[in-house]
Structure formats: structure tokens, C-alpha cells
């Protein structure tokens, strides 16, 4: 399915999204104020334009009001981004994704209506801290403030159990969800309490951060 999509900001990170989208055979409206980067990005996205996104005028001639989903990645002028994105709120966008450069940056982003606020510095560092603190947590997944999903490499601790030996949704309150098999990469989305841990394999756990952690502590 072929939806539509505006990616405001090409940096690194709007970009890569652009890019990603592309490749992915979705139609995609790259604006930016610069016009080596439109350039760069004429033979990537569907159409690419030299454009101010903070002037509604220009942002209701490129016709952004038929555009499903929006994407903000005008990173340091704060002040444009905002107003970018008040801008699309008004006209009616669906949907607006926008990349903040700092907690204050996203607290009014979610104030004035913005769908879906990320903050890729922040989050890749809090995902590479984790791998850093242990090197068996292979990815971890925020849910929200105090919950997240993590993926756990089985050490000794746990290899030639079952979960049912283990017993953790007892224990620990978290809930293996899946588990994936290091040698044919397969995954079993819904392991039964008698399925037993290999070497190799990769523990997918959801639950609240205090107790992934005693988890962790206990058994990674
Ligand atoms: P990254 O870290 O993703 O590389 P950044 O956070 O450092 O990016 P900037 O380089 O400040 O972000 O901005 C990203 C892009 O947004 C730049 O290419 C810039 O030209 C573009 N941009 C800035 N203001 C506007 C605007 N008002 N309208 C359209 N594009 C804009
Ligand atoms: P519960 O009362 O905790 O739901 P149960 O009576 O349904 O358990 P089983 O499903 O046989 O019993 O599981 C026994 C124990 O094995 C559970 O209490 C739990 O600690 C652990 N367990 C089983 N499946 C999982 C899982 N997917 N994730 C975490 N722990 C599990
Ligand atoms: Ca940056």
C-alpha cells in the first residue's frame, strides 16, 4: 500500500527517514530550506522541494493537506519546528511525527498536539547504556516511563531450565514473550511454561523496569 508521506528537515535523521521510506516504495514529499539538500534528495523522495515549512502559505501550496503523515525533523531552530508543527496541527495533519532536540522541546510539542514525539539521541543512548551495563541485554524497548521490553542473552544462570523452573511471572512479575533461537534464528512467540532455555537463546521480557532489573541482577 502506497501511502503519503512529507518528511520536513533532511539532516541525518529526516534523512535517513526519507530514505527508509523510499526504499520502501512509499511516496514521499522531502521539503527543506536548503537547496544542495534538495538536490541530494531529488532522486530519493517522489518529489523534493526547496521550501520554508514555517510559512503556511508555501506549506498549503505544496498541497501538505492531503498528507497522511508528517514527519518534523527540523532539529536546531526549535522555534521553527514548533511553529511547523502548530502549523500542520491547524490544518488538519493525521498524523505528525516530530523529532525534539530536548525535554523542554517535546513538552511543548506534546502540549500543541504532536502525535508522536522521538528523541533518537536520547533513546540510542539509553539503548547502547543498557548494552554497556550488561552484555547481555541485546536491545531494550521503552513502553513508557517504567516499563519496557527488553531482549536478554540466557546465560548459565538460565540455560536448561524451564520457565516453569525458573517460575518468572512469580518471581519477578515479568512475562517472557518470546523466545528466539540462536542457531536456525527462529522465534517462538508464545513459549509454553515447560519450554526449556538453550545455549544461545534470546529471551524477549516485558514488565516494569524495577523488576526486569531484579531479573536481571538474579539471573542475567
Ligand atoms: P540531524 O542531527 O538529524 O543531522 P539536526 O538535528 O542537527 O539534524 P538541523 O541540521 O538543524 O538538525 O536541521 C535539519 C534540517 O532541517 C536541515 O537540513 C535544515 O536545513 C532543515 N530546516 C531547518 N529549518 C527549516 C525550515 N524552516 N523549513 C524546512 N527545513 C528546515
Ligand atoms: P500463573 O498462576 O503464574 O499464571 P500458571 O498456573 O498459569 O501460572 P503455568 O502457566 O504452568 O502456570 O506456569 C507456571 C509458572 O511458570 C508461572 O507461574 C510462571 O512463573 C512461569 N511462567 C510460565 N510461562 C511464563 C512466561 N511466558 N513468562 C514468565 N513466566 C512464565
Ligand atoms: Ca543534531
Same mark, same amino acid.
Request: hydrophobic residues 40%; glycine residues 6%.
Given at each position: 500500500?502506497?501511502?503519503?508521506?512529507?518528511?520536513?528537515?533532511?539532516? +541525518?535523521?529526516?534523512?535517513?527517514?526519507?530514505?527508509?521510506?523510499?526504499?520502501?516504495?512509499?511516496?514521499?514529499?522531502?521539503?527543506?530550506?536548503?537547496?544542495?539538500?534538495?538536490?541530494?534528495? +531529488?532522486?530519493?523522495?517522489? !518529489?523534493?522541494?526547496?521550501?520554508?515549512?514555517?510559512?503556511?502559505?508555501?506549506?498549503?501550496?505544496?498541497?501538505?493537506? *492531503?498528507?497522511?503523515?508528517?514527519?518534523?525533523?527540523?532539529?536546531?531552530?526549535?522555534?521553527?519546528?514548533?511553529?511547523?508543527?502548530?502549523?500542520?496541527?491547524?490544518?488538519?495533519?493525521?498524523?505528525?511525527?516530530?523529532?525534539?532536540?530536548?525535554?523542554?522541546?517535546?513538552?511543548?510539542?506534546?502540549?500543541?498536539?504532536?502525535?508522536?514525539?522521538? !528523541?533518537?539521541? +536520547?533513546?540510542?543512548?539509553?539503548?547502547?547504556?543498557?548494552?554497556?551495563?550488561?552484555? *547481555?541485554?541485546?536491545?531494550?524497548?521503552?513502553?513508557?516511563?517504567? !516499563?519496557?521490553?527488553?531482549?536478554?542473552?540466557?546465560?548459565?544462570?538460565?540455560?536448561?531450565?524451564?520457565?516453569?523452573?525458573?517460575?518468572?511471572?512469580?518471581?519477578?512479575?515479568? *512475562?517472557?514473550?518470546?523466545?528466539?533461537?540462536?542457531?536456525?534464528?527462529?522465534? *517462538?512467540?508464545?513459549?509454553?511454561?515447560?519450554?526449556?532455555?538453550?545455549?544461545?537463546?534470546?529471551?524477549?521480557?516485558?514488565?516494569?523496569?524495577?523488576?526486569?532489573?531484579?531479573?536481571?541482577?538474579?539471573?542475567?
Amino acid at each position: 500500500m502506497k501511502r503519503e508521506f512529507a518528511v520536513i528537515g533532511l539532516g +541525518r535523521f529526516g534523512g535517513s527517514v526519507c530514505r527508509e521510506l523510499s526504499s520502501e516504495g512509499m511516496d514521499v514529499l522531502a521539503i527543506d530550506t536548503i537547496e544542495s539538500k534538495i538536490n541530494e534528495y +531529488r532522486h530519493i523522495a517522489s !518529489h523534493a522541494v526547496i521550501a520554508d515549512a514555517t510559512d503556511e502559505k508555501v506549506l498549503k501550496e505544496l498541497g501538505i493537506r *492531503n498528507i497522511d503523515h508528517v514527519i518534523v525533523a527540523i532539529g536546531e531552530d526549535i522555534q521553527a519546528s514548533i511553529l511547523t508543527t502548530l502549523m500542520l496541527k491547524e490544518l488538519g495533519i493525521k498524523k505528525i511525527t516530530v523529532k525534539a532536540q530536548n525535554d523542554y522541546h517535546e513538552k511543548v510539542l506534546n502540549k500543541i498536539g504532536a502525535d508522536q514525539v522521538i !528523541h533518537p539521541e +536520547r533513546d540510542m543512548g539509553r539503548k547502547i547504556a543498557h548494552s554497556i551495563i550488561s552484555n *547481555n541485554i541485546l536491545d531494550h524497548l521503552e513502553l513508557s516511563d517504567d !516499563h519496557s521490553i527488553v531482549e536478554i542473552k540466557a546465560g548459565t544462570k538460565l540455560v536448561g531450565k524451564s520457565l516453569t523452573e525458573l517460575d518468572i511471572r512469580a518471581r519477578f512479575g515479568c *512475562n517472557v514473550v518470546a523466545i528466539k533461537s540462536g542457531e536456525a534464528n527462529e522465534i *517462538n512467540v508464545s513459549p509454553l511454561a515447560t519450554e526449556v532455555i538453550e545455549d544461545e537463546d534470546v529471551l524477549v521480557i516485558i514488565g516494569a523496569d524495577k523488576d526486569i532489573s531484579r531479573f536481571e541482577k538474579q539471573l542475567v
